[in-house]
C-alpha cells in the first residue's frame, strides 16, 4: 500500500471531522461574511492557527467572489487547491547523497523509531546507512536505538551512556567518509525547547556535522507528534531558532483528528514537512506529498 492508501487510512480522523463540519457550514449558511467567519472558526478548530486560517479564508473569498462561485463543490474544490498551494510554496528537493540526518525534539515524540524507520526507507531506496546514537543521556537510549539498527540491518555508531553526543557524531561522520556512506542519522537527546543549555548542545553538534563533513547534505529535521497539535507550532518556532530547521518529520500521524497545524508550520515558519508516520511498523514512515495530505483531510 502507497502513501496515498496509509495517509488516507491514518488520517481518517481528521477528514471525517472536517467534512462533517463542512457539510454543516453549507447546510446553514449562504457565501458570505458570516460564512467566511464560520469557515475561519472551523479551520482554527483543526488546529490551524489563527493568521494561517485568517490568510486561507481571505484567499479562498477573494477568489471565491471574483469568479462568483456559489456552488458548494466548488468553493471546496477552491479550500483544497489552496491548502494544497500553501504546502507546496515550503517544499524542498530531495536530499543529495551523502547526507546527515540529525532529528531534533522534545520527549516522548518518537524519535529513536523514526530514525530506524527512516532507516529502513533509505534502504529500500538502494541507499547504505549509519546510524548514529547520540542519545547519550536517557537510559538504555542506545539499546533502543540499537535493536533498532538490527531490525533495519544498518550499521550503528555509540558510545558510553554519558558521554559527549559531538563524540558520538565525530565518530559518526568520520566512519561514513571512510566507508563511503551515503546516509547518517542521529538520534539526539529529547529536549525541552526552553532549556538553552541543551539548545547550545544542538548548536555544537550542528558545527561538528558542518566542520568534519562539509561536502555532505546536512538536514535538521524536528519530529513532532501530530497529536500535540497547535504547540507544534510553538516547538517548531523555537527549535528552528535554535538551529534552522530544515524540515519536520511528522510521527502518530494515525491518532489525531487535528491535523491543521501542518498548513501553520508552512505558512508561518516555511518548514516543510519531509516524511509522514502512518503506523507502528517499520515500512510505515513514508515521504509526505502535499496533494495526498490535502485529498486525505478534506
Not at 453549507?26 to 490551524?48: A, P
Not at 538502494?126 to 547520540?134: N, Q, S
Not at 533498532?148 to 558510553?160: F, L, M, P, Q, T
Amino acid at each position: 500500500m502507497g502513501l496515498f492508501g496509509k495517509l488516507f487510512g491514518a488520517l481518517k480522523k481528521t477528514k471525517d471531522s472536517l467534512s462533517e463540519k463542512l457539510r454543516v457550514l453549507f447546510s446553514k449558511n449562504k457565501l458570505g461574511n458570516e460564512f467566511y467567519d464560520e469557515l475561519e472558526e472551523l479551520l482554527i478548530s483543526s488546529d490551524v492557527s489563527v493568521t494561517t486560517a485568517e490568510e486561507v479564508v481571505e484567499r479562498v473569498k477573494a477568489q471565491a467572489m471574483a469568479e462568483k462561485l456559489r456552488d458548494e463543490a466548488y468553493v471546496t474544490e477552491l479550500l483544497r487547491g489552496i491548502l494544497t498551494d500553501i504546502l507546496e510554496e515550503s517544499e524542498v528537493e530531495p536530499p543529495s547523497y551523502p547526507c546527515v540526518i540529525m532529528l531534533v525534539g522534545v520527549n516522548g515524540v518518537g524519535k529513536t523509531t523514526t530514525v530506524g524507520k527512516l532507516a529502513h526507507y533509505f534502504l529500500s531506496q538502494g541507499k547504505t546507512v549509519t546510524v548514529a546514537a547520540a542519545d547519550t543521556f536517557r537510559a538504555a537510549a542506545s539499546e533502543q536505538l540499537s535493536v533498532w539498527a538490527e531490525r533495519a540491518k544498518v550499521r550503528i555508531v555509540k558510545h558510553e551512556e554519558g558521554s559527549d553526543p559531538s563524540a558520538v557524531i565525530y565518530d559518526a561522520v568520520s566512519s561514513a567518509k571512510a566507508k563511503g556512506t551515503d546516509v547518517v542519522i542521529v538520534d539526539t537527546a529529547g529536549r525541552l525547547h526552553v532549556k538553552e543549555n541543551l539548545m547550545n548542545e544542538l548548536r555544537k553538534m550542528d558545527r561538528v556535522v558542518s566542520r568534519e563533513f562539509p561536502e555532505a547534505d546536512f538536514l535538521k529535521l524536528l519530529v513532532l507528534d501530530a497529536t500535540t497539535g497547535q504547540n507544534a507550532v510553538n516547538q517548531a518556532r523555537v527549535f528552528d531558532e535554535a538551529v534552522e530547521l530544515d524540515g519536520i518529520v511528522l510521527t502518530k500521524l494515525d491518532g489525531t483528528a487535528k491535523g491543521g497545524f501542518v498548513f501553520s508550520l508552512s505558512a508561518e515558519l516555511s518548514l516543510p514537512v519531509l516524511f509522514a508516520g502512518v503506523g507502528e511498523k517499520m515500512s510505515d514512515l513514508e515521504q509526505f506529498d502535499s496533494k495526498s495530505f490535502v485529498e486525505a483531510i478534506l
